[in-house]
């Protein structure tokens, strides 16, 4: 099985931050590698996918890289509506999620 | 818009099974996959299988064989996912989504309570 190792697990935050989570994949996953958000109370939401593709409608804050292994997600000005948790999937090996990176308010 | 509305909660006994339903709207139903997943807070997100809509081929997550069985009905647009052999740790938030990866589109979610 591929793990997939996401960190930090939680993050405060200021509004404006440039935020930044990693996804570690244990194998050699290609850029099979989607982004998901979701608030609380709601069902995941697409967004990013192919490690780096954004998908319709995300802001351009969001930003997705990594090859390989090595994953991150950027969120280059962090807004209030983007508390949520985040998770990375591969689907190279079945599919894998990560564990969740919480961001929180300081 | 793509829209796939699924079935209400449900409680459940150990040792029994549930069948959950996800309907489709919004597009044709065979023109994408539709993959199950898990969600508990202890475990996080599981992946646990897709169906072809169009062919009814299924690909199941290793751990989920034998306690996930995938289905679809094209005259309804609606996809079913039973769940046998119910014990605690079945209980959980369960999604159906679409396509198979790049997953675009949720359901709203079904939770399943498994207790005596």
């Known amino acids: 099985n591929t793990v997939m190792t996401q960190s930090p697990t939680s993050m405060f935050i200021s509004v404006g931050d440039r935020v930044t989570m990693n996804c570690k994949a244990s194998q050699n996953v290609g850029t099979n590698v989607d982004w998901y958000q979701q608030k609380t109370g709601q069902s995941p939401k697409l967004l990013i996918y192919?490690?780096?593709n954004r998908y319709t409608g995300v802001p351009d804050r969001f930003t997705g890289s990594g090859s390989g292994t090595d994953f991150t997600l950027t969120i280059s000005n962090m807004q209030a509506e983007d508390l949520a948790v985040y998770y990375c999937l591969q689907y190279n090996y079945n599919w894998t999620f990560g564990g969740g990176t919480k961001l929180e308010l300081k | 818009q793509v829209q796939l509305q699924q079935s209400g909660a449900e409680l459940a006994k150990p040792g029994s099974s549930v069948k959950i339903s996800c309907k489709a709207s919004g597009y044709t139903f065979t023109s994408y996959y539709i993959s199950w997943i898990k969600q508990t807070t202890g475990q996080g997100l599981e992946y646990i299988g897709y169906?072809?809509?169009?062919?009814?081929?299924?690909n199941y997550n290793e751990k989920f064989k034998g306690k996930a069985t995938l289905t679809v009905d094209k005259s309804s647009s609606t996809a079913f996912m039973q769940l046998s052999s119910l014990t605690p740790d079945d209980s959980a938030v369960y999604y159906c989504?679409?396509?198979?990866?790049?997953?675009?589109?949720w359901g709203q979610g079904t939770l399943v309570t498994v207790s005596s």
């Open positions: 989504a679409s396509p198979i990866a790049a997953l675009a589109y």
């Open positions: 169906i072809n809509t169009g062919s009814g081929g299924t």
């Open positions: 192919g490690a780096s």
